[in-house]
């Protein structure tokens, strides 16, 4: 094995990872509160690689051209623009029907993510969009008889990931929105008995997931820089697999997942053959839920009699 391929892949699968990651932090915090996957999740992160590039585009007819300030607006735009749209999802798709059968709101979420796409398809069109590189340059280390290299971008992208996953466990860790949420998460009835307004904190758990996903978006465009309205699927999926992997409802869980998955995909596709890495991806969920449908941090399900 060429070592220098070896940590070429590891460090592609990290970055690849700390993306699935952040998606993977909304499907396992909206099953944390209401016990249901929001299968529309994949779709706000394609909405946000557009809103990304609509975002540059606007601070660029301004004059804006300093990374720094692009990625500050970009950020703030995507991730509130992600997050109303995680607050409609919820309105629309799962609030009038939380007390309905469970299959219910699986239909409803899955025609939330058909409408959103063909939504994006008639508004932004068919083909295949892009933006330019925004961040050029790489380190590069020798390493045996190859070259190991790291672009700026992914640095960024690491960075970034790394942020936003610590800024959201610190707050649901350590301020009083976590106490509410994870008290929401514990037992709801007895949360809206004490006075928490359990809607308006289900409504706030779906913003703080679209703005996962937005944040995770925008970081995908500007990695590999082009995205089309059928691009939320396959890794939606494929952040769904790194949740169950973790342990669905577990935040540690969703964050290591991610990164495993993402390491096993890049070492996969480096290693045995890229044409099949997605086929890796879903025969990894396919086993997970056969040998530990748990989870690496979930907690085993107790049967109710």
Known sequence: MNDAIFVQ????????????????????????????INFAHGEVYMISAYLCAIALALLSSFGLHSFPLLMLGTLVFTLAVTGVYGWVIERIAYRPLRN???????????????????????????????????LSGAIRLQLGDGIVQLTYTKVFILAASLAGMGILTWIIQCTRLGRI???????RKMASILGINTDRVISLVFVIGASMAGLAGVLITLNYGTFDFYAGFIIG????????LGGIGSLPGAMLGG????????????????????VFSFALLVVILIFRPQGLLGRPLVAKV
Not at 12 to 30: P, Q, R, S
Not at 101 to 121: D, E, K, V
Not at 237 to 244: H, L, P, Q
């Open 100 to 134: 309905s059968t469970r299959l219910a709101p699986l239909i409803s979420a899955i025609g939330m993510s058909l409408i959103l796409q063909n939504y994006a398809q008639l508004s932004q069109g068919p083909n295949q969009q892009g933006i330019p590189t925004l």
């Open 9 to 36: 892949q590891l460090l592609n699968g990290l970055t690849l990872g700390a993306v699935y990651g952040l998606i993977a932090i909304g499907y396992t915090m909206v099953y944390g509160i209401i016990g249901m």
């Open 237 to 244: 999926i494929k952040a769904f697999t790194a949740a169950v």
């Open 259 to 278: 990164l495993l998955l993402g390491i096993s995909e890049a070492q996969f596709a480096g290693l045995v053959n890229s044409d099949y890495k997605d």
């Open 181 to 187: 949420c994870r008290a929401t998460q514990q037992d």
